[in-house]
């Protein structure tokens, strides 16, 4: 059964933000471990919070994919990274190109923008899909906190998430998603095309 676990984005400073989603994907994770294949993807991984939380509850093998496009945050997720989660800096989107990175003072809410818009804060960042990352390697979870461009994303893993039983954790922002002219719907309804049920 493909599952698709949606949260809507709550304040940084809010202390229970992650912990229930945590508890669900360690949960799923243990309750699939006969069946994993080991391998899960962490987009927007900023400095490697849940990089590292499923690093330490994995039950089987693993490989950590951590994505994350502002180098700062890159730097510092490869310092906290261990020898089981393979860094990239660089964002996720439908197709390989070059985009912006519209920087916000908080550095956990930069977000992509077209590569001609030419706005103050701007830095060029490298996108990359989910399908060309994974090739034909199976996953077990994708995780996607992309600050609006999970739509992209997904479109740009759509080999992916038909060829595999996998639990993919999206991030439901009104807000964010307007900077990409899509919504929530939009997102259900391409991954219920695909075949999955959410939690």
Request: glycine share 6%; aromatic share 10%.
């Amino acid at each position: 059964m493909l599952t698709c676990r949606t949260r809507d984005c709550k304040p940084c400073t809010d202390p229970d933000y992650e912990k229930g989603i945590m508890k669900f994907a360690s949960n799923w994770l243990n309750d699939k471990e006969a069946l994993l294949t080991g391998v899960a993807i962490d987009a927007g991984a900023h400095i490697g919070l849940w990089s590292l939380f499923l690093d330490s509850i994995y039950p089987v093998q693993r490989e950590i994919i951590a994505i994350e496009p502002y180098t700062p945050n890159y730097q510092a997720l490869c310092a906290n990274a261990s020898s089981s989660i393979r860094c990239f800096n660089n964002a996720v989107w439908n197709t390989e190109r070059i985009l912006g990175l519209k920087l916000d003072k908080h550095d956990a809410r930069h977000y992509l923008v077209p590569a001609g818009i030419r706005e103050r804060h701007t830095q060029c960042t490298s996108a990359i899909t989910i399908d060309w990352l994974v090739g034909e390697k199976k996953i077990d979870l994708l995780k996607l906190d992309i600050e609006g461009a999970e739509y992209q994303a997904l479109q740009g893993a759509e080999h992916t998430l038909k060829n595999n039983d996998c639990l993919v954790i999206v991030e439901f922002c009104d807000a964010h998603f307007k900077r990409f002219n899509t919504n929530k719907k939009m997102v259900k309804n391409l991954l219920a095309d695909w075949g999955f049920d959410f939690a």
